[in-house]
């Protein structure tokens, strides 16, 4: 589990959308960042600081999508239920779900909001047309067969290995 912790809102305008924005804390971001070092061979890497969400917007975002996290750019939205208190009562979110994202994050990096976006959608579309169907099921399907997702779960499996953390755990 890596800790986080919340950032105050700019504006009370946008705190409804804010109000859970936090920051990996600064020895959770180097031993991401230090992870990705190692796994993509790149001693140089530097992992952009991480956002994440865990309000009721990302409780929605995450339901609909039916998934533990999502990633726009630099912004991870989290299901408020990987969010949780250790026993000194640090707020903590799954490594293996941070790394799972920050992958995408490196990878919007790597191509650019819209060239990222692009490329997933149009995997997406192509892998369920593929299928000639529309359920839960082909979706689901299409989904784990997109390039970036099979590589980010690739990331999320070193990250256990490396780490020793176990999935199941938390």
Known sequence: MLDVSRSSPLTSDIQHLTSALMKLAAESQTHI??????HLRDETLELPSV????????????????????????RIFVAPSFIKRNETGRLTIPGWLVAHEA?????YKEHGT?????????????RLRETKRWDRAARMTAYLAIAEECVARAAEDAYCAWS???????
């Not at 960042?33 to 190692?38: A, E, G, I, K, L």
């Not at 819209?114 to 192509?126: D, I």
């Open 33 to 38: 960042q230090n992870f990705f070092r190692s």
């Open 114 to 126: 819209v060239g990222f976006l692009a490329c997933y959608l149009h995997e997406f579309w192509q």
């Open 51 to 74: 956002s994440i969400y865990g309000n009721r917007f990302a409780g929605l975002l995450t339901g609909v999508c039916r998934v533990g996290g999502i990633t726009f750019g630099r």
């Open 103 to 107: 992958m995408h994050m490196l990878q």
């Open 164 to 170: 020793g953390e176990d999935k199941d755990e938390g």
